[in-house]
């Protein structure tokens, strides 16, 4: 069974750091490329960070500088390294897996289930 299980969301202060997880199972973090992405209260969800084996990683324009996205494969995990938090970062944070052999992308495209950033003082 496929999963992705989000942890390390909360509450932070303007300019502090959260490293958030997502733990893979039921497939090998190879084969797919492995996105953050974050949707917050009326607005579209949007990707943040990816990260293939083959590719690297790639980033979001608001986000290049100060969030850096990690895998480690002998756990199957994937992390994302937020600093310098905003306000306007906060939202709730999506791990998301897609399969990177093309066609069978849209049939192996699965979500974790959030995780929540909050960035106040």
């Known amino acids: 069974q496929v999963q992705l299980v989000e942890s390390g969301g909360g509450l932070v202060q303007p300019g502090g750091s959260l490293r958030l997880s997502c733990a893979a199972s039921?497939?090998?973090?190879?084969?797919?490329?492995m996105n953050w992405y974050r949707q917050a209260p009326g607005k579209e969800r949007e990707l943040v960070a990816t990260i293939t084996t083959a590719d690297g990683t790639a980033y979001a324009d608001s986000v290049k500088g100060r969030f850096t996205i990690s895998s480690d494969n002998a756990k199957n995990t994937v992390y994302l390294q937020m600093n310098s938090l905003r306000p306007e970062d906060t939202a709730v944070y999506y791990c998301?897996?897609?399969?990177?052999?093309?066609?069978?992308?849209?049939?192996?495209?699965?979500w974790g289930q959030g995780t929540q950033v909050t960035v106040s003082s």
């Open positions: 039921g497939f090998t973090l190879s084969n797919y490329a």
């Open positions: 998301h897996a897609r399969r990177l052999i093309a066609y069978l992308s849209s049939r192996y495209n699965y």
